[in-house]
């Protein structure tokens, strides 16, 4: 059984780009989350969607937008990148939503913004 | 939102030895995880664990839901148990589903 993949691993971008990542969920998982890791800020909540809807967001701003495909892969995308965007962006995929079911995880996308 | 303490932040254990990670949360939850970060980064499933005991090979994990704690046990710890535990609630309700724990960053020395 396929795992979480996420894609591009790595990125580098430079302020004022946009930038879109993928994740590909488990096979039969409807629920998408979006995670932020930095040093500082540690893992940080950003959205997840089930079933194409969005049913919770963290606490970013606007420019960090996201949406879920038929198939259940999701995308989350990031407008006029700041420096400190640069963070591993995890996903993670779950049969259930809302935080009742077990999360696993995809191996991140790296984005570096210059 | 709920709150998740990890103790302790970091740890220097001795190959061989055990440890004990402590995670604390501030309200009731529906769900706990133990998860290792190895160090490219990828989260690695440990436990999942809202309640009671779990036991696989050198890692064991309990949760006392009712006290608000959980415990990672790691017995005979090996270089490669070396990394980030991080511990995760999830709860209905509210507007955070999943709340991760700042970790504990545990390192082996042969």
């Known amino acids: 059984k396929a795992g979480v993949t996420q894609t591009p691993r790595y990125l580098i971008k430079t302020r004022g780009q946009q930038v879109t990542l993928s994740c590909s969920p488990i096979?039969?998982?409807?629920?998408v989350s979006w995670y932020q890791q930095t040093p500082g800020q540690g893992l940080q909540f950003l959205f997840e969607?089930?079933?194409?809807?969005?049913?919770n967001k963290g606490n970013f701003p606007g420019r960090f937008s996201g949406r879920q495909f038929s198939n259940s892969r999701s995308e989350m995308n990031v407008s006029t990148l700041e420096l400190g965007d640069s963070a591993l962006y995890l996903c993670a995929s779950s049969l259930g939503s809302g935080g009742t079911g077990e999360l696993f995880f995809g191996e991140g996308s790296r984005l570096t913004v210059l | 939102g709920i709150q998740v303490e990890q103790s302790p932040p970091d740890l220097i254990l001795q190959e061989g030895a055990n440890s004990t990670l402590r995670c604390n949360f501030s309200d009731s939850v529906n769900n706990l995880q133990w998860f290792h970060q190895n160090p490219w980064g990828q989260l690695i499933n440990l436990f999942y664990?809202?309640?009671g005991t779990k036991q696989n090979g050198r890692l064991s994990a309990t949760t006392v839901a009712t006290e608000r704690y959980s415990l990672l046990y790691i017995s005979s710890s090996q270089t490669t148990d070396s990394g980030v535990y991080f511990c995760a609630v999830g709860r209905s309700g509210g507007y955070q589903k999943v709340t991760f724990g700042t970790g504990t960053k545990l390192q082996v020395i042969p």
């Open positions: 664990i809202p309640s």
């Open positions: 969607y089930f079933s194409e809807t969005q049913r």
């Open positions: 096979s039969g998982h409807r629920s």
